[in-house]
């Protein structure tokens, strides 16, 4: 089986820096909190949060792409 070469970007899951880690994983703890309050609680909110900091971090590597 041929293993993908680490220097290409992945588009579905980019790298992110660290500041972009801490604020997903406070968000994904704001989700997990709303989750045990009630499975009934809008969560869409904070789940877009987290697609905009996903979709920042895939632009960035497909610039960062461009470059090389």
């Known amino acids: ?37 009630s499975e009934t609680v809008y969560q869409g909110d904070l789940e877009k949060k987290v697609d905009r900091i996903i979709d920042r971090a895939r632009e960035r590597a497909e610039k960062n792409a461009k470059k090389k």
Request: aromatic content about 6%.
């Open 1 to 37: 089986m041929a293993s993908k070469n680490s220097n290409e970007p992945d588009p579905k899951n980019p790298k992110l820096t660290a500041g972009e880690k801490a604020q997903v994983g406070w968000y994904v703890a704001r989700m997990c909190k709303r989750g045990i309050a």
